[in-house]
């Protein structure tokens, strides 16, 4: 009912910035959250960061606290990650979901319905 599609990813190197968009459609009325997570290889799919469509509420995981900013569009379809200062730690496939009920860093399937088809982030040192 939510298509989720990513884009921005990209190779940088340490220190470097890019910005990760994701666009929804189809029955976005639904949405009361969107948020990036990413899954690096032979580790779990960790929450990055989230929205609260309605509250603007936001959650971060700790170690991208003061380096990457989540922010989403007026008509809160496109949602966006700025992400600074990257380091090779951040290297990882990102996933932009939407949970029609739940807000917070908790990606799993259960809480996040929707997924888009992940971009690739890799930051060389």
């Known amino acids: 009912q939510v298509q989720l599609v990513e884009s921005g990813g990209g190779s940088v190197q340490a220190g470097g910035s890019l910005r990760l968009s994701c666009v929804a459609s189809g029955y976005t009325r639904s949405i009361y959250s969107m948020g990036w997570f990413r899954q690096a290889p032979g580790k779990e799919r960790e929450g990055v960061a989230v929205i609260c469509t309605g509250s603007g509420s936001t959650y971060y995981t700790d170690s991208v606290k003061g380096r990457f900013t989540i922010n989403q569009d007026a008509a809160k379809v496109s949602l966006y990650l700025q992400m600074n200062s990257l380091k090779p730690e951040d290297t990882a496939m990102y996933y932009c979901?939407?949970?029609?009920?739940?807000?917070?860093?908790?990606?799993?399937?259960?809480?996040?319905?929707?997924w888009g088809q992940g971009t690739q982030v890799t930051v060389s040192s």
């Open positions: 979901g939407v949970s029609d009920y739940y807000c917070g860093l908790d990606g799993s399937d259960s809480r996040y319905r929707y």
